[in-house]
């Protein structure tokens, strides 16, 4: 790159009228020219290789967060890096019954309390089991109840299967 005082003589030689270094400096300031000492737009304020940002934090931090679809906030815990974030009742379900949850299943709190992560509190139910607990009125605010309306939820689905297939004249197999 050039200094300003040799792009003055350049300007002088090239158009015929002479200006200032600080004419210049400002005319490259305005039009956003690069500069000689380092890039220029979003170049310049990035990351550099093997920094990290000041906002990072360690694995295991936990964070609430509040969809904007749901009145209802939800516990997350880092899991790896980067950026790996699960629901902390997930995770608690998962250490303490020693699987994964599977794919089709959801971890309810027994007690409606999103705070309480004991292992008898957590419990794991099917998508379709939720909706018909919801539809029904099965979730309550003890834990015991609420395993007992899951229950009844799955009783209530056998029931309709059973009802869907009688009425196609028993041409179809009930599931397991």
Request: net charge positive; with cysteine.
């Given at each position: 790159m050039r200094?300003?005082?040799?792009?003055?003589?350049?300007f002088a030689e090239r158009f015929g009228v002479s200006r200032t270094t600080g004419q210049i400096k400002d005319l490259v300031d305005r039009r956003k020219f690069p500069k000689s000492h380092g890039a220029v737009g979003p170049a310049a304020t990035q990351f550099k290789r093997g920094?990290?940002?000041?906002?990072?934090?360690?694995?295991?931090?936990?964070r609430e967060?509040?969809?904007t679809s749901s009145p209802h906030s939800q516990i997350y815990v880092k899991v790896a890096e980067p950026r790996?974030?699960?629901a902390k009742a997930r995770v608690?379900?998962?250490r303490a019954n020693g699987?994964?949850?599977?794919?089709?299943?959801c971890v309810l709190f027994g007690d409606g309390n999103r705070r309480n992560f004991a292992p008898d509190n957590l419990i794991l139910v099917t998508?379709?089991?939720?909706?018909?607990?919801v539809g029904n009125g099965l979730c309550y605010e003890h834990s015991d109840l609420t395993k007992a309306g899951a229950a009844i939820a799955q009783l209530k689905m056998k029931k309709n299967e059973f009802i869907r297939y009688k009425s196609k004249g028993g041409r179809r197999c009930l599931k397991e």
């Open positions: 200094s300003c005082r040799e792009v003055a003589v350049m920094s990290t940002p000041s906002h990072r934090v360690p694995v295991g931090t936990e967060w509040k969809r790996k974030w699960r608690e379900w998962e699987r994964v949850v599977p794919k089709g299943h998508k379709e089991q939720m909706v018909v607990m």
